[in-house]
């Protein structure tokens, strides 16, 4: 899957283009809801590819730093302790 997102400082809006599912569905629906804010510039079946125009402010990136070995044992732990059980889970 490739995603891709650009933009710059002078234009108002944020271009995506996207094959992922979960992302095309989010937006598609957002779109519907907010037409003033985000709408859908092209499809393309043959590939499932979308294309959205959506303002900036609406639409973020988040980063996130690795865990460190030490923050990935708490948090294993921390799951064994509430019943989560890795390859269990949701069984």
């Known amino acids: 899957m490739r995603e891709s ?3 710059d400082e002078k234009e108002p809006l944020i271009h995506i283009r996207t094959h992922n599912t979960d992302l095309k569905k989010r937006l598609a629906a957002y779109a519907g809801q907010h037409p003033d804010q985000c709408r859908q ?3 393309d079946p043959d590939t499932g590819c979308m294309e959205f ?3 900036k402010g609406r639409f973020s990136f988040r980063l996130t730093a690795p865990y460190s070995e030490e923050r990935r ?3 294993s732990e ?3 302790k509430c019943g989560v059980h890795g390859k269990d889970a949701g069984r």
């Open 78 to 80: 921390a799951a064994k």
């Open 73 to 75: 044992r708490a948090a």
């Open 53 to 55: 125009e959506i303002r």
């Open 41 to 43: 510039t092209d499809a």
């Open 5 to 7: 997102f650009w933009f």
